[in-house]
């Protein structure tokens, strides 16, 4: 399939509102492609380069942009995306110089639609409306297999172009081999947000409450003695977290996938800051120093593997009961089942007096839906917080001279695939997070206007606020009264931000 015939269609999901077009479209599109090239165009069509970060910014796109073009498309899919392995794996002295030469014959090979496609896919712009719930609509219509099977599939893999290479080559039969599968993690399921705990008990009746903590979300694949530690991004962290292994290592069972919460506590037994909690993520050297600064707790509220097979099939109930006889009460979250919704609220205090966030409410009935924000779940915070996507962000005056300071907040929008802006703050930042930040901006360079420099939309930052006011500035008709940055989410992506909708409905 040539490039140009991916770019103008996806061009054309871009200009079309309806969702059942769009999956059209799609589903067009992934069809036009050969089976060995389904996973490219549909990566692409995510927004995705399946080589992840190429070690290219604004400036070498920009160089390659200023090139000649071709005159008529000839560049097959499979053509960029070996273009762009060869360029991922170029290291070493003079890497950043071969990396744009690279980047130049391939620029030079595209017509000018195919190299603003190109670029857009650098920058992760590929904003056209065609999120993963689309898409998997899309596969599903291409390969003639039925929807269930691949977002089945999709739930286990959680990699979709990997599951439309499947479906395209080996239909229905393939996407059932997908599986729960040690050392490969799911996507972790995650909770709606309600009301409060009314609502919540209205919705579920009879409920398992967790109290909610601020921590880090980790799922622990153990077999034998091998235990692996992954993120709620599905990266593995397991050389940063040794005490969890550990703890994890001398559970009774041979087989064993967890789902839980790692936080740090203080003496007193009430929760650090988030921001304290992920200083323990990321890192490989100094371990065991930050180990005795900051030692990790975990606090496991769900099983989804022990000896004998998976259990994401089974109901709530019983994989709580399981998890109770693998897991001692110390390590299993705070966590009442009841049907009353005066002692829901008692616990709702407790968990708060303790210094957490809230309550997650659970269906006792519900099989673990990977990947998904069902109302199975729902979560009950006290504070008014927002997680929000950064899209740009102002230099700073005075002691703020040289970093980047006052960040535009966008909420995400569904129906258009991309971010409406809520406002601006520079307020709760210390010195260390506008230095971070400001790296971490950089790197995402997208543009300059004047002061102000456009970030790719992946940085996802956790918003307090003290109302939600109408506004004509801002093209969401609302705003944010008094933001103020609690911390950023490096354990959420953008994709995860919390919508226009849950916005306006605060």
């Known amino acids: ?66 090139l000649d073009s071709a005159q008529s498309p000839s560049l097959t899919l499979s053509a960029v995306d070996a273009a762009f392995e060869k360029i991922a794996t170029v290291s070493g002295s003079g890497s950043t110089r071969a990396r744009g030469e690279l980047l130049g014959e391939l620029f030079r090979a595209a017509t000018p639609p195919e190299q603003n496609f190109l670029a857009r896919l650098i920058y992760g712009e590929i904003r056209q409306g065609a999120l993963e719930g689309v898409l ?137 800051t988030f921001q304290r909690t992920m200083q323990r993520f990321g890192r490989k050297v100094n371990v065991d120093a930050l180990r005795a600064e900051l030692p990790l707790s975990t606090l496991f509220f769900d099983v989804l593997h022990v000896d004998g097979g998976p259990l994401i099939d089974q109901n709530a109930e019983q994989r709580f009961a399981a998890l109770s006889q693998i897991v001692a009460p110390s390590a299993i979250v705070p966590r009442l089942i009841t049907s009353d919704v005066a002692a829901a609220q008692r616990f709702m205090r407790a968990s708060r007096a303790a210094g957490h966030e809230g ?71 210390t010195d260390a997070v506008l230095e971070w930040q400001t790296k971490e901006l950089l790197s995402r360079e997208i543009g300059r206007e004047g002061h102000v420099v456009h970030v790719r939309p992946e940085l996802v930052v956790e918003i307090a606020y003290e109302g939600i006011q109408t506004s004509q500035r801002y093209p969401g008709g609302v705003a944010l009264r008094f933001a103020r940055v609690k911390g950023y989410r490096s354990d959420k992506s953008a994709s995860e931000a919390d919508t226009i909708e849950r916005v306006r409905m605060s």
């Open 1 to 66: 399939m040539l490039l140009y015939d991916l770019a103008n269609a996806s061009d054309r999901v871009g200009e079309t509102a309806s969702r059942n077009a769009k999956i059209a479209l799609l589903a067009d599109a992934v069809r036009e492609a050969s089976p060995s090239e389904t996973a490219i165009a549909v990566a692409f069509l995510i927004g995705e380069l399946r080589q992840g970060r190429i070690g290219l910014g604004p400036v070498a796109v920009r160089a390659a942009m200023s």
């Open 136 to 272: 998997t609509d899309s596969v599903a219509r291409a390969a003639g297999v039925p929807l269930p099977a691949v977002r089945r599939a999709l739930q286990l893999a959680g990699d979709l172009p990997r599951v439309a290479h499947a479906a395209a080559t080996g239909g229905e039969a393939a996407l059932a081999q997908f599986g729960v599968q040690l050392f490969r993690p799911l996507q972790p399921m995650l909770a709606q947000p309600a009301d409060d705990v009314d609502d919540a008990m209205s919705r579920l009746e009879r409920a398992a409450l967790d109290y909610k903590l601020d921590g880090a979300r980790v799922q622990v694949h153990k077999q034998g003695d091998e235990v692996r530690v992954y993120s709620r991004l599905l990266n593995e962290v397991t050389v940063s977290v040794p005490e969890l292994v550990e703890s994890v290592r001398l559970l009774p069972a041979h087989e064993l996938i967890l789902d839980g919460e790692a936080i740090v506590l203080r003496d007193d037994g009430r929760p650090e």
């Open 359 to 429: 309550l997650v409410a659970k269906s006792l009935d519900s099989t673990y839906d990977a990947g998904k924000r069902g109302s199975s779940w729902l979560k009950v915070k006290q504070a008014d917080t927002l997680d929000l996507v950064v899209l740009a962000a102002e230099w700073g005056n005075g002691r703020r001279q040289g970093y980047l300071s006052n960040l535009h907040l966008g909420a995400r929008d569904p129906e258009s695939g991309g971010f409406v802006m809520l406002g601006k703050t520079f307020k709760g930042l």
